[in-house]
DNA sequence: AGACATTTTTAAACATTGTTTAAAATTTGA
DNA sequence: TCAAATTTTAAACAATGTTTAAAAATGTCT
């Protein structure tokens, strides 16, 4: 990598970085890329060189939260001195952590289709479906080992992780339910159904 | 009401009823000012006659569908020639039915407190606090029956109607999950957390 | 029916924001 | 230092939400 490319590396990240910021504080539509530009005392035209567009700005901001979390929860699944259970278990704490942290930019709600062009769309879903994939492989594992008991585990993760995607509509950082309240609870609720 | 009245009430409506099929088809940010009033033969300026603007429509559109809803759930809670467990039955599978036939428009995704003014923020608030309330009620009746055993029953009504809502995320008209399958194994999972 | 008041629609101007472009400024590397 | 490559900029442009003032349509009263 010439001395060039490496710069425009950094600075790309260093856009996303900004950018997640913003787009958590201000939603998709809210983030003008004037704002963006200005957290890095750049004017909005010079973003054109690193991303073709808004969308897909947005889309880079997407995967690195995406990937981010994949590594997390990559981390627990091979974490051979936990029990299926505890490994799940980790992976719900992770997945609701970033659900409230990251809400905006996590999952970036609205239709994929709509936003982004056809092979990010493609990637995007591709994500998404690596992702969903961890949990399908530890609930298969327990499923395996009798800890966990269930037919059709496919629907029964997609309704899991829409209950937690879903708090992102909600949840309020000052609001009466902690973070921590919100995890507990809800690993009862998914455990009650794996068993 | 006078004539004048009269007929601008039904314009709005009928103004409404082509907004709300124009989101379910391009979503929020998709759908123009421009569009909506074509449908009509109008100009997008008239629209500004009856709306104060764009996200005023859209909050309306959200409304009627939200009140539609309603109606459907307040038809089945009271009615006493079926069980609880019947009962809720049936509005697991109406909440799914809007999900997926009005999915863009029936709980308008992003940030309310971005979309819509201070009033209409509330009055949103208000209708889905209401909307869940039918929920909670049927479910209350069913923890005094012994139909249902849970603590913390609003913590899971959120839980469950979460994963029922993420349905819009993924959902396709002609994908492998048909309407009903997905109504019947929710269905399962909802009445497995209840019990 | 005709005249006046009210309601509704329109076209055009405007504001915001995403996108393109051509030129200027900066950086790199020999 | 100088030429080539890279990066930034300001300005123009395009799309779309919003406002406005005037025109058109409608309703009402005599």
Same mark, same amino acid.
């Given at each position: 990598?010439?001395m060039?490319e490496?710069?425009?590396?950094?600075k790309?990240e260093?856009?996303?970085?900004?950018?997640?910021?913003?787009v958590?504080?201000?939603g998709?539509?809210?983030?003008?890329?004037?704002e963006?530009?200005?957290?890095?005392?750049?004017?909005k035209g010079s973003? #054109?060189?690193y991303f073709?567009?808004?969308?897909?700005l947005? @889309?880079?901001?997407?995967?690195?939260?995406?990937?981010e979390?994949?590594?997390?929860l &990559?981390?627990?699944?091979l974490?051979?001195?936990?029990?299926? &259970?505890k490994?799940?278990q980790e992976? /719900?704490?992770?997945h609701i952590?970033y *659900?409230?942290e990251?809400?905006? /930019? @996590?999952n970036?709600?609205?239709?994929?289709?709509?936003?982004?062009s056809?092979?990010q769309?493609?990637e995007?879903?591709h994500l998404?479906?690596? #992702? *969903? *994939?961890? @949990?399908d492989?530890?609930?298969?594992k327990g499923?395996e080992?009798k800890? @966990?008991n269930?037919?059709?585990?496919?629907?029964?993760?997609?309704?899991?992780? %829409?209950?937690?995607?879903?708090?992102?509509?909600? #949840?309020?950082?000052n %609001?009466?339910?902690?973070? &921590?309240?919100?995890?507990?609870?809800?690993?009862? #609720?998914?455990? &009650?159904l794996?068993t």
């Amino acid at each position: 990598m010439t001395m060039a490319e490496r710069k425009a590396f950094n600075k790309r990240e260093k856009i996303i970085k900004s950018a997640i910021k913003i787009v958590n504080r201000r939603g998709y539509s809210g983030t003008t890329m004037e704002e963006v530009a200005a957290e890095l005392l750049m004017t909005k035209g010079s973003l #054109y060189y690193y991303f073709k567009n808004k969308s897909d700005l947005m @889309f880079q901001c997407n995967s690195i939260v995406l990937l981010e979390a994949q590594e997390d929860l &990559k981390r627990v699944l091979l974490d051979e001195s936990l029990s299926i &259970k505890k490994r799940l278990q980790e992976m /719900v704490f992770i997945h609701i952590h970033y *659900a409230i942290e990251e809400n905006e /930019v @996590f999952n970036l709600i609205m239709r994929p289709e709509q936003l982004f062009s056809e092979e990010q769309l493609e990637e995007v879903l591709h994500l998404r479906d690596e #992702y *969903a *994939a961890f @949990f399908d492989k530890i609930i298969a594992k327990g499923i395996e080992t009798k800890d @966990f008991n269930t037919e059709d585990p496919i629907m029964l993760r997609m309704f899991i992780l %829409g209950a937690m995607n879903w708090i992102q509509q909600w #949840y309020k950082p000052n %609001g009466r339910l902690s973070k &921590k309240e919100i995890q507990q609870r809800f690993w009862n #609720y998914i455990l &009650k159904l794996l068993t």
